[in-house]
């Protein structure tokens, strides 16, 4: 009866939804991809490119394009923050030394970054100060495409699959209360 109980609670966690694995691609199990411009998209549970290079002085947008919410969070918490990124949003950060600049989803393991600014050499990231190397420009929504704000959206089949997720481990942890009674 114990094993059964524990089997089912094992079954329902496992169809839970959660955190994308740890891979070289940013956690969505793709190749680590390198790229120029000002922008650093998350979607599919990747940061894309997963290396950007700016100028020293440039601002990097992070636009999530995912369902699920990400943070962007710079090495030693530096930069950036845990503030919830949720579909639609971006986070804006000015990059005013030259430096490599390593970041992370803090939420999902294996989601990490980098942005390369100029030679990618300096860069003091164990300084935080108001004027850099890094600094906050902006958290803002954002409009995508098909109008109105975003905002997170649970499909039909999440749903049913979250909801026998629950009843599964309401189930499991029901059947070893009573074996533990039955003792």
């Known amino acids: 009866m114990f094993t059964a109980g ?14 994308a694995g740890a891979s070289g691609g940013g956690g969505c199990g793709g190749p680590v991809t390198d790229g120029a411009g000002t922008t650093v998209e998350i979607e599919d549970f990747c940061f894309g490119p997963t290396i950007l290079r700016v100028a020293p ?8 394009l995912d369902r699920s919410p990400h943070t962007v969070l710079g ?6 923050g845990y503030d919830a990124l949720k579909k639609g949003h971006e986070a804006t950060y000015g990059f005013a030394e030259a430096g490599v600049f390593p970041y992370v989803c803090t939420w999902h393991p ?48 999440s749903g049913l699959i979250v909801g026998l997720a629950l009843a599964a481990l309401v189930a499991g942890l029901v059947l070893m209360q009573r074996r533990s009674r039955d003792q």
């Not at 002085?57 to 999530?64: A, I, Y």
């Not at 090495?75 to 950036?80: L, P």
């Open 110 to 157: 294996g989601m990490v970054g980098a942005i390369v600014v100029g030679d990618g050499a300096g860069g003091a990231i164990e300084t935080a100060t108001a004027d850099g190397p890094v600094t906050r420009s902006s958290l803002t929504d954002v409009e995508l495409a098909g109008g109105g704000p975003a905002s997170i959206d649970v499909s039909r089949s």
């Open 57 to 64: 002085g440039e601002s990097v947008t992070f636009l999530n």
């Open 6 to 19: 524990a089997g089912l609670t094992l079954v329902a966690l496992a169809l839970v939804p959660g955190v």
């Open 75 to 80: 090495a030693n918490a530096t930069w950036g």
